[in-house]
Nanobody, 124 residues
């Protein structure tokens, strides 16, 4: 069982930056591929990016590529999402998620554990 808690959300102006964190409980964090997803009001949840168990491989949605960076610190059981050049369309609740195994996937049904989410609001 893995419990995930996100933090770091808030209100930022367009062009600004935020760094989200996701802290995991348990001793198996390093065995999980980790992902970030987001859900804007009235829209379905969408994939943002994922990172391999070692942190050596990442995969991003086209909408955030070049602006967002995912990293992880397995010693601290923490996942990060550095968001730069934020746009109003990045406004959403951001969730971290964990899945067993080594394959990076974008489909949310493959993820086993989810955090409650943290709100990110980007003003124009």
């Amino acid at each position: 069982q893995v419990q995930l808690v996100e933090s770091g959300g808030g209100l930022v102006q367009a062009g600004g930056s935020l760094r989200l964190s996701c802290t995991a409980s348990g001793r198996t964090f390093s065995s999980h591929v980790m992902g970030w997803f987001r859900q804007a009001p009235g829209k379905e949840r969408e994939f943002v990016g994922a990172i391999s168990t070692t942190g050596g491989t990442t995969h991003y949605a086209d909408s955030v590529k070049g602006r967002f960076t995912i990293s992880r610190d397995n010693a601290q059981n923490t996942l990060y999402l550095q968001m730069n050049s934020l746009k109003p369309e990045d406004t959403a609740v951001y969730h971290c998620a964990a899945k067993w195994g080594t394959v990076l996937v974008a489909r949310e049904e493959h993820y086993n554990y989810w955090g409650q989410g943290t709100q990110v609001t980007v003003s124009s």
